[in-house]
């Protein structure tokens, strides 16, 4: 078995004793030349920094902040909150689930067993958490980011992985790469107690202070005190050595060093991660040339529900003004005044012999004419069509709409948009198993033991690891050495559970072709034809059944 030193490295760093160095390829030098590539790189981040934050106001239903002329007493509507709620919940609808498939024969084993495995581990993370806060971060700035690493201290300092739910204010890229896997450097900087790293790491004692990097926040309503924290930077980056492009990894805080892959003779010729990939996912909404981030919903709404607040404010204000009456009073007429305001009082007194018309006269105000009226409810119609939230996507109908399978073939055609969101989400869960399945191959050394819940409801105990993903022994053909074959698998995302608008159109697929007799036995053969021209779920099974 080989040497895991990648399992203990946090234990010795927190003693002092950092790593087992034997060259010494990354310097203050190295550091400080990285700084300045972190500042380069916020930067080029910043006008997007600016929009997430302002998104999150919008969210929150805050934006009358953000937008000028604003006196503090205007009143903000939920379409847009209600739409971005809508869209969580079909993402939740359509929770993933990962099906691992071999390319050969021989791996057909290991990839049942994979799938399985895959799924306890994502389990084990408190995934569906992370899958939801993830999804809200990405219907809000357009960009959800999953971090997925090997912690050494996991399962009583065996190992295991560990997904996270990143902040896109903490992560830097290069400007203008669309894939950040072809960006040279990537950053991720975390505040830290300034009292935890000491206890982490005693040689940053008497080397801390406010922290020297500069990280954009949100607007919180609590104040957030940040003086005595520090930035401690996770830099990635990318480096050809021997020909092979290898992944390293550098830790550091206010310009000291932490650890370094390059400075460790295990990690300096491959890498601190043998998949040489950033351990980061990018789940992008709706893509922007040059960027590996794109725009959310709210970018899309925010324009619409300006306008419908303004409007909305408007038609109050001029109810108000209707419901609470106003009058010019002539001073010479000499009404009391107090007496006339107080409506519970049954006499007002007047002084002098005359009261005419004009002593007390009314203040009229006009109502809204129902045009402005109008052009409130289109600009609600087109924030919901916008975003594709129309009625009959939360479960309403237009009327005269009754039939059941009407309202079916409403809703499944009205959530298409619903189904392209989710795909994309769902090829960040297919990269996401991707990089799970090499940390498995890299770092599975020792037997796990994990409970495996069968197809009939059992339960079953089962010891893996790695050795069903190494690399086959080396071949000898006609005295040509060949590399041994690398088991590969292709991973295939599908929703755990189906979600209730596909559901109704199945149930009313099912009633149909009963009612058209295809499960009569005597038209077994005509109902199968016809069947093979179809495509639903579940045809396969339909299929064996009819057979």
């Given at each position: 078995m080989k040497e895991n030193?990648?399992?203990?490295?946090?234990?010795?760093?927190?003693?002092?004793?950092?790593?087992?160095?034997?060259?010494?390829?990354?310097?203050?030098?190295e550091i400080d030349k990285a700084l300045e590539i972190l500042n380069k790189y916020k930067e080029g981040k910043k006008n997007f920094e600016a929009r997430i934050i302002d998104n999150e106001q919008w969210f929150k239903m805050r934006h009358w902040e953000q937008m000028r002329n604003?006196?503090?007493?205007?009143?903000?509507?939920?379409?847009l909150f209600n739409s971005i709620a809508n869209k969580h919940a079909d993402a939740m609808d359509n929770y993933p689930r990962v099906n691992?498939?071999?390319?050969?024969?021989?791996?057909?084993?290991?990839?049942?067993?994979l799938t399985e495995i895959l799924s306890v581990v994502f389990e084990r993370n408190d995934f569906e958490k992370i899958y939801s806060d993830t999804w809200w971060y990405k219907l809000k700035a357009g960009t959800g980011v999953y971090g997925i690493f090997w912690n050494p201290k996991k399962q009583n300092g065996l190992g295991d992985i560990e997904i996270k739910q990143l902040n896109l204010l903490n992560i830097f890229w290069e400007p203008g790469v669309r894939d950040i896997q072809k960006s040279k450097n990537m950053f991720y900087v975390e505040l830290t107690?300034?009292?935890?790293?000491?206890?982490?790491?005693?040689?940053?004692?008497?080397?801390?202070?406010?922290?020297?990097?500069?990280?954009?926040?949100?607007?919180?309503?609590?104040?957030?005190?940040?003086?005595?924290?520090?930035?401690?930077?996770?830099?990635y980056y990318k480096k050809f050595i021997n020909g092979t492009e290898a992944l390293h990894y550098c830790k550091f805080c206010n310009g000291e060093i932490l650890y370094a892959s390059e400075n460790d003779d295990?990690?300096?010729?491959?890498?601190?991660?043998?998949?040489?990939?950033?351990?980061?996912?990018?789940?992008?909404?709706?893509?922007?040339?040059?960027?590996p981030c794109g725009f959310g919903y709210i970018d899309i709404m925010k324009d619409a529900q300006k306008q419908i607040d303004i409007?909305?404010?408007?038609?109050?204000?001029?109810?108000?003004?209707?419901?609470?009456?106003?009058?010019?009073?002539?001073?010479?007429?000499?009404?009391n005044e107090e007496e006339f305001a107080d409506w519970s009082n049954s006499f007002v007194h007047v002084n002098g012999s005359n009261l005419g018309d004009d002593s007390i006269r009314e203040i009229k105000s006009n109502p809204v004419p129902e045009i402005y009226l109008g052009i409130l409810n289109s600009k609600i119609?087109?924030?919901?069509?916008?975003?594709?939230?129309?009625?009959?996507?939360?479960?309403?109908?237009?009327?005269?709409?009754?039939?059941?399978?009407?309202?079916?073939?409403?809703?499944?055609?009205?959530?298409?948009?619903t189904r392209d969101m989710v795909k994309g989400g769902f090829r960040a869960f297919c990269e996401l198993n991707k990089l799970a399945i090499e940390l498995i191959r890299e770092f599975y050394d020792e037997p796990r033991f994990f409970r495996i819940v069968l197809p009939n409801g059992n339960e079953e105990f089962i010891s893996y690891d790695n050795s069903g993903l190494m690399n086959e022994k080396e071949s000898n053909i006609f005295g040509v050495a060949i590399d041994g074959r690398k088991p590969v698998f292709d991973i295939k995302v599908s929703s755990e559970k189906s979600s209730p608008f596909t559901k109704i159109s199945q149930n009313e697929l099912a009633l149909q072709l009963y009612n058209a007799g295809m499960f009569n036995p005597e038209y077994r053969?005509?109902?199968?034809?016809?069947?093979?021209?179809?495509?639903?779920?579940?045809?396969?099974?339909?299929?064996?059944r009819l057979r």
């Open positions: 030193k990648k399992i203990n490295y946090n234990k010795e760093i927190s003693d002092g004793s950092l790593y087992n160095q034997t060259i010494n390829t990354i310097t203050k030098d604003s006196t503090g007493d205007e009143f903000a509507s939920a379409w691992c498939l071999p390319r050969e024969v021989s791996d057909k084993e290991t990839a049942n067993i107690d300034n009292d935890v790293l000491i206890s982490m790491y005693p040689q940053l004692k008497g080397k801390l202070g406010t922290s020297t990097i500069e990280v954009s926040k949100y607007i919180y309503d609590d104040s957030v005190d940040t003086a005595n924290k520090s930035a401690v930077v996770d830099w295990i990690y300096y010729e491959k890498g601190f991660y043998s998949h040489g990939q950033y351990p980061f996912v990018f789940d992008t909404l709706f893509v922007e040339e040059g960027t409007l909305n404010n408007a038609l109050i204000k001029n109810a108000v003004m209707g419901t609470n009456k106003r009058y010019f009073i002539n001073s010479s007429g000499a009404v119609d087109e924030l919901k069509e916008t975003s594709g939230n129309r009625d009959f996507s939360q479960g309403g109908v237009s009327s005269g709409v009754t039939a059941a399978s009407a309202i079916a073939a409403l809703q499944e055609a009205g959530s298409k948009l053969e005509q109902a199968i034809f016809a069947i093979n021209m179809m495509d639903f779920e579940g045809k396969s099974e339909v299929l064996n």
